[in-house]
């Protein structure tokens, strides 16, 4: 296959950035941090952060859609995705900043809050992250071009979340003293300046070259269902959900399990530096060699890279706690492989798209985005109600660092280890229904007709 190259280098740099400096600065902040912010912080009980996540997914499983066929109908002067590059950064920072702000309220005020706030947030994020994927099958119809950008923007989102994870809580003291919302806020509010200048130089560069008219007419779930004919979608969406789990997990309950379980909250920072820079290596290092391999099979690169990850989580439950350099290595050798799930995803998100345009007609971007971005948020969502679901039932106490009973320290070690181990399997499972041989003979018969 020999398709023409269409991005120039300003534009894959400027998506790149775009996707993947401030707004993923912000995303990492929240999803590994504001479960403890909540519950340490804030004040909220762990059993009500969870349904906080919950409800917000329930609220995601409609406005997501709605959000995709929104997208997929603009129709602006600017085009069909870009203007939301241009007008969401600006909403989205402000309420990620007062998701920080930890108000003087009542326990229930304080629950309230934090559900808007985390409600809003979500909805933002999905009025942004849906263009952003969806522009780019517009910007260039090269498989292996769009493949490179994604590989440019996971590298670049990888600083993100090294930065992010190995150094907010230095940051939190530094700043916050013993005021930490304080430090959240100022962290937050760095992202949202980044993540304000980045978008709007992605919407400067950014063309869209193949786009169709949709229907203004058809309702937005006339859309989605359209979509969900296509019998592939359904073990595909569990993939992406299963995929994010399999990540944000072990991002959120990584501070729990150095505060708690190996209670030193000393080794927060170097423990989530192993995990950045290994999933920094895994993506930009590990990852085109394995492709190459494997001749660009997702199935083949799933199931190399998990079986690897499973065993090193499986011998983590038993030793992790026991002998800090085999936790760092171990884990420095799990997220090398079981992080490339970052990748994995919009490779095959965009794979999708080529797909269902190429099997029926259809331009759905935006609404394929939308139900891989809904995947997305509901994998957080689910990680995220496991850990507050296993700490609420296990009768885990806010900063009792030394003093929790022993079953939370064995849910806080089953959460880290079991259940990415759990994940890695599903994910397995999964993506061998990725409809991988379909693809490659439409793309020859396209080939040969033209």
Known sequence: MNEKKELSMSERISWALGQATGRQFITALVSTYILIFMTDVFGVPAAAAGVIMTAATVWDA???????????????????????????????????????????????????????????????VTAIEIP???????????????????????????IMILIVTSFTTNFVNVIGGDNPAKGYMVLVAIGAILMCITSWIA???CKERHTVD???????????????????????????????????????????????????????????????ISGMVGVMVLMPILLRKVKGSMKKAVTFTQVIACVCYLILFFVGGKSIP?????TFIACMFSTMTNAFRPMTVFGMTDYVYKTTGEQLNGTISAIGGFSYKCGTAISNAILAGVLAATGYIANAIGQEPEAVLIGINSVRFLVPLAASVLY???IQFYPEKKMQELTANSEKAN
């Open 62 to 124: 409609i406005n997501d859609p709605i959000m995709g066929g929104l997208a997929d109908r603009t129709k602006s002067r600017w085009g069909t995705y870009r203007p939301y590059l241009l007008l969401i950064p600006l909403p989205l920072s402000i309420v990620s900043v007062l998701l920080f702000a930890a108000p003087d309220l009542s326990t229930t005020g304080k629950i309230v809050y934090a559900a808007v706030l985390y409600i809003c947030y979500g909805m933002l």
């Open 132 to 158: 952003y994927y969806a522009i780019l099958p517009t910007m260039s119809r090269n498989e292996m071009e769009r493949n490179d950008v994604i590989s440019l923007a996971t590298f670049i989102a990888s």
């Open 203 to 205: 919407f400067a560069k």
């Open 214 to 276: 949709m229907t203004h007419e058809e309702h937005v779930f006339k859309s989605a269902g359209k979509l969900l004919k296509v019998k592939e979608m359904y073990p595909m969406i569990a993939f992406w959900c299963v995929g994010c789990i399999l990540f944000q997990i072990i991002m959120s309950s990584s501070v729990f399990y150095c505060m708690y379980y190996l209670m030193n909250p000393g080794l927060i920072a170097t423990y989530m530096l192993v995990i950045s």
């Open 326 to 330: 085999a936790l760092y290595i171990l």
């Open 428 to 430: 397995i499972i999964f």
